[in-house]
């Protein structure tokens, strides 16, 4: 593996644009991409995961930044698994009530959304913007394959603009913002999901900040900058700990709302999560020196790379599980673990697993549990 050389620096606030960030916490020598990949190990790429917070609103963000063709050397987030396809099936009925004619769907790899809402509303005109896409389209929805950024246009009228966990992803949410509203005249609809991130700090979840995911976008930043852009929120529905639904209208009328700093409780949450970790970690690494039992680890994701970043012993692993099919066989970056399918342990009897995949932990253990092996011990 060797050090990336090239940044994108990010020196000041995401939310003001002013330089006064204080240094947070330091992750050094972490994977740059979090999937899966055939190549071999020499030619991944790891950086200093970096953390700031900004001294007069609490806004959370990586300072150097991945290039983008780097980030996302190719799709990796398949939204397999119970919560993730209730997810897409609860956001298509909370779009179906605003009825919507003719939509641009930022990001939307795989199609899930768009596919899931033609099926209860066919006329429905659909176009998907996608650097990555794993569905190609079809005779109902458009796929374009570029980003959205601000040289991007479209040729066609839309009234509403959808997007599904994609906030997080962006660089520089005020121009992203800004960018949507650029799309929609007065009464047209802005209608999105994004991970309800304050929620999931404080649940520990590694999935919540990383070099994908570099700005501590909470529910109370994103209100704030909705308001901002003139965007009125017309409803909002939470789905578990996952994501927040939201529904808005572009209006001619910007608020001007007061922005009250968050720093004494997000930097808590921030080093609380790192304090966990490292003792989670150091726990984790005595049951593995003291058993005798093969141990594997699950997630060929962020989810085993922090636990790795964190100083996880791997002597004794003998691979990364995950059930998405177009990981297995691969190895996951900036390891040198091969990933396969829980199904490997069937008829292997006891081993142990290390789990930590936030809010997907359940639906995993009882599918091994059930199905696979009913002897394994989760760790």
Known sequence: MKKLEQYIERPASAITGKKNLEHLYTLQDFPVFMGCVDASQDGDLIADMVWDICKDTGIIQLRNLIPLEVLYLNQHNEGIGKVWTEHYLEF???????????????????????????????????????????????????????????????????????????????????????????????????????PNMREQLVRKYTNCLNFEHTVFLTEYFVDYLLERFGFKILEKQYFQDHSIFYATEKLDVVTDITLISKYDEYKKLFMEFAGYHLNMVKELNEKINSSNLPVYLFGAHIFSQYLLGFGLDTDKIVSVLDNSPTKQGKRLYGTRFKVESPKVLAGKGPVNIILKAGIYNEEIKKDILENINEKVEFW
């Open 92 to 194: 298509c009925k909370f779009l179906k009530k605003y009825d919507p004619h003719s939509v641009l769907e930022i990001g939307g790899a795989h199609g899930l959304i768009a596919k899931n809402f033609i099926e209860v509303s066919p006329d429905t005109s659909w176009v998907i913007v996608e650097p990555n896409p794993t569905f190609a389209g079809n005779e109902k929805i458009k796929v374009i394959r570029n980003w959205f950024d601000d040289k991007f246009s479209l040729g066609e009228r839309v009234d509403t603009v959808v997007h599904s966990h994609v906030l997080e992803h962006t660089y520089d949410p005020v121009s992203y913002l800004n960018h949507v509203s650029s799309f929609l005249r007065n009464g047209d609809r802005h209608i999105f999901t994004f």
